[in-house]
């Protein structure tokens, strides 16, 4: 815990300008919790200072190379081109023992290929029959709907047209009428 402006592991370490101190010394008269601290911080050097000095073995470096160093196994997995190339090695592997190992095709001349397409042609004629039959007869359904629908246009259309046509010759029959009966009246005043 360090409530002061500077690290108090700088002042015990002695890193920190003597104007720094000041402060931090001023701070510690007044704050308990930094006095602790820095009380740890000298029970742990003159602990680390009680220890002896020992030198490492020399030949830890040799026996530690070996012990890090990746096995055989772990060299191969995690190299990508030697993990393609034994996959395509084993793809190999495989397509030649297949080609090896399949069974021999059978004889051509083994069995009578007459019979066997005459059977094949009496079974695809007997499984389309009710098949083609079925699909004529709704054919046949749809073409009479069809032509019925036509019919019943055609008939409203010949309607529409004779009502069209009849208005058409009454609007002339009116004009016309109406044509004599100008002309009539010229032809009296005169």
Known sequence: MTCSPYDLKDYF???????????????????????????????TRSALEALRDEEPPR????????VLEPSWWQRFWQSGPRLGFAAAAMLSVAILVHAFARPAPPAPGG????????????????RLEPAIAAAEARQAQ??????????????????????????A??????RFSVWLTASADLGVRR
Do not use: N
């Not at 720094?20 to 000298?42: I, N, S, T, Y």
């Not at 010759?169 to 009116?174: A, C, E, G, I, M």
């Open 13 to 43: 370490l002695d890193e920190l300008a003597a104007a720094a101190c000041g402060l931090v010394e001023d701070h510690l008269k007044q704050c308990p919790g930094c006095r602790e601290e820095l009380e740890r911080l000298r029970l």
């Open 59 to 66: 030949r830890i470096a040799f026996v530690s190379d070996k």
């Open 111 to 126: 069995r009578d290929t007459a019979a066997l397409e005459a059977r094949i042609s009496a079974e695809v004629a007997q």
């Open 142 to 167: 749809r073409a009479a709907q069809v032509v019925a629908e036509t019919e019943r246009r055609l008939e409203f259309d010949r309607r529409a047209d004779r009502v069209a046509f009849e208005e």
């Open 169 to 174: 010759l009454t609007v002339l029959q009116k």
